[in-house]
């Protein structure tokens, strides 16, 4: 298994400011992704943070408005860029280990509102 | 897009019950998910079932997978109030490991 954090675990914004989040795993992955889950709702996948290069988005997400990085096995950021009300939301990182069956590990999540 | 309905959206038991819930999927699928997130937190994993087994468990936890109808169903047996809890299943969503998630089930277990 893995474990995840994220920094930071909540933040309170104005709109048109962006923020980073940080998703740290303790141990080497392989795949690390960035889900959006809105208030009672379930998850959205957002993007598939590729080790060395560009993020794959998902329809309706694109890098302007979520840029992503990934460093390394173990590290990757998401920033929410000129955010308006409707990005509050739960941001979650999650990661799947080196072998299969892709099972993830979700991070405690990063819980967002912009006013 | 979800891939996964789940039914009901919404339980409430008592402490001891058992709670059932069902997903139903769209596509063909080689494993299916469970999970379970506490209120404003991450996800937990709590089982995979491939598609070539039709029941697994683990502890109080029996899954289920009918790949005929294209469903599944988690049984939790004597619930706890612990247990309270959205559950979630995922499918694979295509390449490189993506999950889509269903719609979840709000369990409540009262003591």
């Known amino acids: 298994s893995a474990v995840i954090s994220q920094k930071p675990s909540r933040d309170i914004c104005q709109r048109g400011t962006s923020l980073t989040i940080q998703c740290q795993v303790d141990?080497?992955?392989?795949?690390m992704f960035w889900y959006r889950q809105q208030p009672g709702q379930s998850l959205t996948l957002i993007a598939t943070a590729n080790q060395g290069s560009e993020a794959t988005y998902e329809s309706g997400f694109v890098i302007d408005k979520f840029p992503i990085s990934r460093p390394n096995l173990t590290f990757s950021t998401l920033t929410v860029s000129n955010m308006s009300p409707e990005d509050s939301s739960i941001y979650l990182c999650?990661?799947?280990?080196?072998?299969?069956?892709?099972?993830?590990?979700f991070g405690p999540g990063t819980r967002l509102t912009v006013t | 897009s979800q891939q996964g309905e789940e039914d009901p959206q919404a339980l409430s038991i008592q402490e001891g019950e058992n709670a059932t819930m069902n997903c139903s999927y769209k596509t063909s699928i080689n494993n299916l998910q469970w999970y379970r997130q506490n209120s404003g937190r991450g996800l937990v994993h709590l089982i995979l079932i491939r598609s070539n087994e039709r029941e697994k468990h683990s502890g109080r936890l029996r899954v289920t997978l009918d790949t005929s109808k294209k469903s599944s169903s988690l049984l939790i047996t004597a619930s706890r109030a612990a247990d309270t809890a959205s559950y979630f299943c995922?499918?694979?969503?295509?390449?490189?490991?993506?999950?889509?998630f269903g719609q979840g089930t709000e369990l409540s277990v009262k003591p």
């Open positions: 999650s990661a799947s280990p080196l072998a299969g069956p892709y099972e993830q590990y």
């Open positions: 995922a499918t694979p969503g295509g390449q490189g490991g993506k999950l889509i």
């Open positions: 141990s080497q992955v392989t795949m």
